[in-house]
């Protein structure tokens, strides 16, 4: 069965990691640099974690034999380290090919993206993945692929493959030839990574809860901005208020038009046909809310007022 335990190292970029180091997700930032410093930053798992750790090796084993792969190694609890790089690995699994031409066949789930046919030798690395999602036109990149191809480069093995079971019965394998222009590009972004994390240095926000992790704790003292910022602020309440007006707009219109419906659920114009469709709400029990601990932050949303 999968390991539930984390074998890599909290503090350092792990190929599971990449997809959201190359994302530049400051929140696995923040989480590397206080686990760098002896915080614990892991988080307890849950039903549907357990269930993924509890389908994986079955699957791995399944998957490795319709490919028809030999030595397999399903519960690998080996952390592996990048001969030059930063980077830590743990596999779900690995396994051989001896000369091994796999063909593209969507009848069983076999897919070689990229190419109609590949042929695999010696060693490759396997990446298991269960979702309750459909399968969409191809293996998204977060979905295992950035992992893989991270695994790849620190076990320098030449192929790499991504199972995975959508919506619980339909199960996927995506194989791959490793792609000699990955190192450069993760060379690069696993070395700022560790600059980073050295540094303390976030990367730009791109949502408020990242300016919370960038700036810790608050400061009551007045901060003289720059006057650029009273650019901001008129086009932030200009903005606010054609929100304001179009959502006031917007229900205006909605009242008229249920009001010319009446007590009627449907009803049709020359060009459009609407509906207002019946709710039934049953009883439901109250609901208690976990604890949470407590926290200063500043409000997500500033307050304007003209002097």
């Not at 830590?88 to 001896?98: F, P, T």
């Not at 560790?194 to 303390?200: D, F, K, V």
């Not at 990367?203 to 006057?227: F, M, Q, R």
């Amino acid at each position: 069965m999968g390991s539930l335990t984390k074998i890599t190292d909290d503090g350092v970029a792990s190929c599971s990691l990449i997809p959201r180091i190359f994302s530049e997700d400051n929140k696995t930032l923040d989480n590397c640099i206080r686990a760098r410093k002896g915080e614990n930053v892991r988080t307890p798992g849950n039903r549907i974690t357990e269930i993924g750790n509890v389908l994986e090796e079955p699957l791995v084993i399944h998957g490795a034999k319709l490919l028809g792969l030999e030595d397999l190694e399903s519960d690998v609890t080996t952390r592996y380290e990048h001969k030059t790089l930063p980077l830590q690995a743990s596999l779900d699994a690995r396994a051989k090919a001896n000369n091994l031409l796999i063909e593209e066949n969507s009848e069983w789930g076999i897919y070689t993206p990229g190419a109609t046919k590949v042929l695999l030798d010696g060693w490759g690395v396997i990446e298991n993945k269960v979702t309750r999602d459909y399968p969409g036109h191809e293996l998204e990149e977060w979905r295992g692929l950035l992992q893989m191809q991270g695994q790849m480069e620190v076990m320098d093995y030449n192929w790499g493959a991504v199972f995975v079971l959508y919506t619980s019965t339909d199960f996927r394998l995506y194989v791959y030839k490793r792609d000699p222009s990955f190192a450069a590009v993760l060379k690069e972004k696993i070395e700022d990574f560790e600059r980073r994390i050295q540094e303390e240095d976030y990367w730009p926000a791109k949502v408020v809860e990242d300016l919370h992790l960038i700036h810790k704790g608050v400061s009551d003292d007045v901060k003289e901005l720059d006057n650029k910022v009273d650019e901001y602020v008129k086009e932030f309440e200009a903005t606010t208020k054609i929100i304001k007006d179009m959502e006031a707009a917007r229900e205006e219109l909605n009242l008229l038009i249920m009001s010319e419906m009446g007590n009627h659920t449907k009803a049709e114009t020359e060009n459009y046909i609407l509906s207002a469709p019946t709710i039934t709400r049953k009883p439901t029990a109250r609901k208690v809310v976990e604890a949470k601990p407590g926290a200063t932050y500043k409000a997500k949303t500033i307050r304007i007022k003209s002097k």
